[in-house]
């Protein structure tokens, strides 16, 4: 059975810094591709970071939104990726969830909470 399990989320003040982590279990993690999403209330989900598997070139993307704030990065042989966010603002405020795919095959963290506020 698949598993993505997040952690990391919680209430920050706006300019700080949080770290997610999404722990995968009963896959191959290695050979799926790795995204972080996110949805704001009221709001569709969005797309955050990309990081491809080592044999698609291991390319890491962030969208516009976050870039140079947002850094994702996996580690394969803890079958873990990562999201570190700096520099918070309100508008980050969002329940950020992590998909591995590959083929047509998806599967989904439950989400954690991120919550920017003073």
């Known amino acids: 059975q698949v598993q993505l399990v997040e952690s990391g989320g919680g209430l920050v003040q706006p300019g700080g810094s949080l770290r997610l982590s999404c722990v995968a279990s009963?896959?191959?993690?290695?050979?799926?591709?790795g995204s972080w999403y996110r949805q704001a209330p009221g709001k569709e989900r969005e797309l955050v970071a990309r990081t491809m598997r080592a044999s698609a070139g291991g390319v890491i993307t962030t969208v516009d939104s976050v870039k140079g704030r947002f850094t994702a990065s996996r580690d394969n042989a803890k079958y873990t990726m990562y999201l570190q966010m700096m520099n918070l603002q309100p508008e980050d405020t969002a329940v950020y969830y992590c998909l591995i795919s590959r083929g047509g095959r998806e599967y989904w963290g439950q989400g954690t909470q991120v919550t920017v506020s003073s």
């Open positions: 009963g896959i191959t993690f290695s050979v799926y591709d």
